[in-house]
């Protein structure tokens, strides 16, 4: 704070209010740096906001309130990330206090626990020298086993946690209390760091040495700029994790700077994260989402401390508080899962250029099917491309095979052998026979249905009817074991019922396929094969992921079966076959990018195969054959297909082409979220009119393509600009000014990675 000061701060406060907050500061205690939190009473209750500042004595509301308490020395956010943060809450119209407090660990921003708790455990620690053995004769002369205990305490070092004494030797406790009251030991509390991944084998670093690609993509990185962004575009195994390390090595070990690594789900790839870690071991804060609210605290401090110099994670690590950074690697760059579904609705992409821009480090984007957005970027320059356009050690792309499920063949017509009906009409014979040699050759098998659950709906024979959520449009899935349908959605669960609710009519079937079911079909098929499903149903334990891709790699699993969860980053070796089961799932949802998905699930799917000297290839399942998405991943020509995508958001106009901010109004009332909507449209029509803003378009209102989900009705209208900055003005004039009853809710979602 500036002497010349009143004594009042401007606080950002983690409401849903567009605007910050002066208070006065308390003399009695700590005067608030910017950055650090306040605890303030605000309205009835205490909050705890961040310090922004001085406080203009111009903007004074009449009655000012004192700040309760400043619970940090040190600031917990630099100016960089206030920045950041700033940024965040224009680009995406959110209020800066609830900008600031997603930057921060959960610990930290809880209203009612200032300083979190950290879990200790007790050491004994020696405290006095006995040197000779005269004095220790001496001392222990009535008291052997203190002796005992003395001497084991000096064997391991002279410190040991209390819990590994007491496993040791089986002593009473009061022997330890004898220790410690004639002065010769300490018994302590200290600070335990919890870091789940430390206790997994990380194994031997990568030895290779990067091929000519690789080096040129590593000197083109380690010679940039500040700010400078790449785009990393290498095929499935063209060794795009080795760059990233030789980067980091050069930045953190070479230039004593920090990186930052973000991955898409770390949950699905505890494969390259090992890898990162078998190199730079203690160096890295691996910050996963299964990590207690303490245990992210203390991966938060280390980093903060320096402690730490590289944070790997999810999307809500670019806010991981290193300082001097070096670099940002977004691996997987086009994954949605980097956009956050809630607000703030950032995606972790832009704000890594942000705030690599911010602090002078460069970002590298990777990815074998790059997002449409960041190649247009690398055309027109603002990204510098760079190209691993083979896989190393001399390895091909898998041959890929298409199999045409409308092609007859189906249960009508069964075929010689052990295979059931469901099972031949589900694998076709092409993949089954693949499947099969395979599992005599004891390679292994990867196989894709993106659906999880037994069957997708349950139809009624007679009328037509399909199940659906009592609470969302949308059908209900069935379960087995135990057998249920179950919503997707908002999770509403109900016994099958043996009659349709509609007409009464008693032949209700089954429709669709899920992962249940073709586990199913292929341990009939198969019996002594080792099949292991991989989807959200099995995946809900904390290292669940982990233990299935763990067995994958051990060769105890013959077919790895799954959901896209198996489609990134896996790399082994011995699989040589990749099936997809039914590549439609997905391809005729009502969203723009519904065929950049499929491209991408398919082409990353098959990246899976052939990844060592076995070779390997890819059968694909598809009712549509010659979809681009499905004909350009047959040939993996990634730039034949984002061609033609792009053709496809010309008329009208979508992203790259031009920028998209939907308005989403939902209400449990299906007439007043209607008119909200129709309100909201009017008041932005003559918004534009008025002001004469060309750049912005409006579409809608129109239902959305899920008109309900958890009870509530759902509106939207679309803005649509080449420009951004008018897109912003418009988008953030509409949300501080535009009134919402307060049964009905608006929310904005700035790029939008889907419009469902
Ligand atoms: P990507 O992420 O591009 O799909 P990976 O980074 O998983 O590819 O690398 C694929 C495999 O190639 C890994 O097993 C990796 O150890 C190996 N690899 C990477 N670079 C080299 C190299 N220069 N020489 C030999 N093997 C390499
Ligand atoms: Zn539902």
């Known amino acids: ?106 610990a930290l921003a809880g209203a009612t626990q200032p300083q979190p708790k950290r879990k ?32 084991l305490l000096e064997s391991i070092g002279g410190r040991s946690t209390l819990e590994h004494l007491m496993e040791k030797l089986s002593f009473s406790s009061s022997v330890l209390k004898g220790l410690e009251k004639r002065g010769l030991i300490v018994i302590e509390a200290e600070v335990v760091d919890r870091d789940p991944f ?90 996963h989402s299964a990590l207690s609210d303490g245990e992210r605290y203390d991966a938060w401090l280390a980093l903060k401390r320096g402690e730490k110099r590289i944070a790997v994670g999810a999307r809500s690590a670019i806010f991981a508080p290193l300082e001097n950074l070096g670099a940002i690697i977004v691996d997987e760059e086009h994954e949605t899962s ?149 919503c997707h959605y908002c999770g509403h669960q109900e016994a099958p019922s043996q009659v349709c609710k509609r007409c009464g009519g008693r032949t209700l079937r089954q429709r669709g396929l899920g992962t249940q079911q073709v586990e199913r079909l292929l341990s009939d098929r198969f019996p002594s094969a080792s099949i292991a499903r991989m989807d959200v149903d099995t995946t809900s334990g904390k290292w669940a992921h982990a233990e299935i891709l763990d067995r994958v790699a051990s060769g105890e699993v013959d077919i790895l079966l799954g959901t896209q969860m198996i489609a990134k980053g896996l790399d082994f070796p011995n699989v040589t076959l990749v099936g997809v089961v039914d590549a439609d799932t997905g391809i005729n949802l009502p969203d723009f990018r519904a065929s950049e998905r499929c491209f991408q699930l398919l082409s990353q799917v098959a990246g899976r195969a052939g990844r060592g000297p076995k070779g390997g290839r890819v059968i694909i399942q598809t009712r549509v054959p010659q979809h681009h998405a499905v004909v350009r991943a047959v040939t993996h020509d990634y730039v034949g297909f984002v061609a033609e995508e792009m053709e496809g958001r010309v008329k009208p106009q979508y992203p790259p082409n031009v920028r998209l901010a939907n308005i989403v109004f939902s209400g449990s009332d299906a007439r007043a979220a209607a008119d909200l909507a129709v309100a909201a449209a009017d008041w932005l029509r003559e918004l534009l009119e008025k002001q004469q803003i060309e750049a912005v378009t409006l579409i809608g209102p129109a239902p959305a393509p899920i008109e309900r989900i958890k009870n509530r009705w759902r509106w939207h209208v679309l803005l649509k600009s080449a420009n951004a900055g008018e897109l912003t003005r418009v988008s953030r004039y509409f949300m501080e000014r535009f009134l919402v009853p307060a049964n009905l809710r608006v929310t904005l979602d700035r790029d939008p990675v889907a419009l469902l």
């Open 198 to 287: 430390a206790t997994r084998p990380s194994g031997l670093p990568d030895r290779h040495s990067p091929t000519a690609a690789q080096t040129a993509a590593i000197s083109a990185v380690t010679a940039a700029k500040p700010g400078d962004v790449f785009l990393l575009n290498g095929v499935t195994g063209s060794g795009k994790t080795l760059v990233y390390i030789e980067i980091l090595k050069h930045l953190v070990n070479e230039r004593g700077k920090t990186g930052i690594v973000l991955v898409p789900e770390i949950a699905l790839t505890p494969q390259t994260v090992d890898r990162f870690r078998a190199v730079f071991g203690d160096d890295i804060a691996v910050l």
């Open 120 to 151: 200790t455990h007790r050491i004994v620690r020696i405290r006095a020298d006995l040197p000779t053995l005269l004095e220790r004769e001496k001392v222990f002369s009535r008291a052997p086993q203190q002796r005992a205990v003395f001497e």
């Open 1 to 106: 704070m500036p002497q010349d000061s009143p004594g009042l701060i401007e606080v950002a406060l983690p409401v849903p209010l567009f605007q910050t907050f002066t208070y006065a500061v308390d003399p009695l205690i700590r005067v608030p740096v910017i950055g650090s939190r306040v605890v303030v009473p605000f309205r009835n209750a205490t909050e705890i906001g961040i310090c922004l500042g001085p406080a203009s004595p111009a903007a004074l509301p009449r009655k000012v309130r004192s700040i309760i308490d400043v619970p940090d020395v040190e600031p917990v956010l630099s100016a960089n990330m206030i920045a950041l943060c700033q940024w965040m809450a224009d680009y995406y119209i959110v209020p800066i206090g609830l900008a600031l407090r997603t930057a921060l660990p959960g």
């Open 338 to 486: 980097y956009k956050q579904g809630e607000t703030p609705r950032y995606h972790a992409r832009e704000l890594a250029i942000v705030r690599a821009r911010l602090e002078g480090a460069v970002v590298v984007l990777g990815s074998a099917t790059p997002s449409l957005e960041s190649w247009a970027n690398a055309e027109s320059g603002k990204y510098t491309l760079l190209n691993l356009p083979d896989r190393v050690g001399g390895g091909r792309l898998p041959q890929i095979d298409i199999v045409d499920l409308r092609r007859r063949g189906g249960p009508d017509e069964p075929r010689e052998g052990p295979a059931s009906p469901a099972y031949a009409y589900v694998i076709r014979d092409e993949l089954d026979s693949a499947l099969e040699a395979v599992l005599g050759r004891h390679e292994q098998s990867i196989l894709l249905l993106n659906r999880r659950g037994y069957s997708s709906f349950v139809l009624c024979s007679e009328c037509a009817a399909v199940v659906t959520c009592p609470n969302c449009s949308i059908t209900l899935t069935v379960h087995s074991a135990p057998e249920r349908l179950l």
